[in-house]
């Protein structure tokens, strides 16, 4: 069974630069047809996706967020991480990982992919 | 808030057949599949429905999907006690070249 866990700090200062880390175990993060993902949840709010990379590392990230993120890979690890840099209070959220997966036959286009397996999320509160 | 609008409760006695709308727009449902989640707070969101209708492994076939020009629904017949959580839907977004959420309907089982 695919299990991901996020880690980092659950508190960072303005300005600074937000840091996770998403341990993925029982299975590979160099798999084919799988990219893996960041989406957050501010309290009170709809989730968003924050971005996407394969382990090749072709990235993809929301328009939105695009100067301030940098999603990588650690295939030696198993694990994917995010940098958040420039943090504002707004960027307080729930930040889950997650990886993306694909149908047989669909697999051809990033846009048929979907968030398959999860993890539980990680609180991060911008504060000083 | 969110791009795709989700009523923010539903509720239905045990037994019942209740349905969770997910509204969107020509750029998101209106082109492209619907995924739906279950979750439960503190815990690894789960697939319940991905591709608009298709159900992972291990998933009830009491739950399933539909999907009509740029809205999609959840249905969940049979509603049991441990339904009672919250349910998102998902799609690709062809405008923002990325995924789109619905805010989330919390479902109470009465």
């Known amino acids: 069974q695919l299990q991901l866990q996020e880690s980092g700090p659950g508190l960072v200062k303005p300005s600074e630069t937000l840091s996770l880390t998403c341990t993925v175990s029982?299975?590979?993060?160099?798999?084919?047809?799988?990219?893996w993902g960041w989406i957050r949840q501010p309290p009170g709010k709809g989730r968003e996706w924050i971005g996407t990379?394969?382990?090749?590392?072709?990235?993809y990230y929301n328009p939105s967020l695009k100067s301030r993120v940098a999603i990588s890979v650690d295939t030696s690890k198993n694990q994917f991480s995010l940098k958040l840099s420039s943090v504002t209070a707004a960027d307080t959220a729930v930040y889950y990982c997650a990886r993306l997966g694909c149908s047989r036959g669909s697999c051809y286009s990033l846009q048929l992919y979907y968030f398959d397996y999860w993890g539980q999320g990680t609180l991060v509160t911008v504060s000083s | 808030q969110s791009v795709l609008t989700q009523p923010p409760s539903a509720s239905g006695t045990p037994g019942q057949r209740v349905t969770i709308s997910c509204s969107g727009s020509?750029?998101?449902?209106?082109?492209?599949?619907v995924n739906w989640y279950q979750h439960f707070p503190g815990t690894a969101p789960k697939l319940l429905i991905y591709s608009n209708n298709q159900r992972p492994s291990g998933v009830p076939d009491r739950f399933s999907g539909s999907k009509s020009g740029t809205s999609a629904s959840l249905a969940i017949s049979g509603l049991q006690s441990e339904d009672e959580t919250d349910y998102y839907c998902a799609a690709w977004d062809d405008s923002l070249t990325g995924w789109v959420f619905g805010g989330g309907t919390k479902l109470t089982v009465l």
């Open positions: 020509s750029s998101n449902i209106g082109s492209n599949t």
């Open positions: 029982g299975g590979s993060i160099s798999s084919s047809n799988y990219y």
């Open positions: 990379i394969y382990y090749s590392e072709s990235t």
